[in-house]
């Protein structure tokens, strides 16, 4: 069940995503900013700074997850 929960919550986080920089950094910042909560205030500006860093650097080609489900 918890590889299950990991799997949903790593699939919704990558829907955020977006193929303009501004767009990936943005979402990166929220994600990273999530993901810090767990980790306190401190864990949040980390986390923040961490995804919106990695949002802006990453081309979205390097991202391919592959056709969609609904589309084969």
Request: glycine share 26%; aromatic share 2%.
């Given at each position: 069940?918890r590889?299950f929960?990991?799997a949903?919550?790593?699939?919704?986080?990558?829907t955020?995503?977006?193929?303009?920089?501004g767009?990936?950094?943005l979402?990166?910042?929220?994600i990273?900013?999530?993901?810090?909560?767990?980790?306190?205030?401190?864990?949040?500006i980390?986390?923040?700074a961490?995804?919106?860093?990695?949002?802006?650097?990453?081309?979205?080609?390097?991202v391919n997850?592959?056709?969609?489900?609904?589309n084969?």
């Open positions: 069940m590889t929960a990991l949903m919550m790593a699939a919704l986080l990558l955020g995503c977006g193929t303009a920089r767009d990936r950094g979402s990166g910042a929220g990273g900013a999530g993901i810090g909560l767990i980790g306190g205030p401190p864990g949040v980390v986390g923040g961490v995804g919106a860093v990695v949002g802006l650097v990453t081309p979205p080609s390097k997850l592959g056709r969609p489900a609904w084969q």
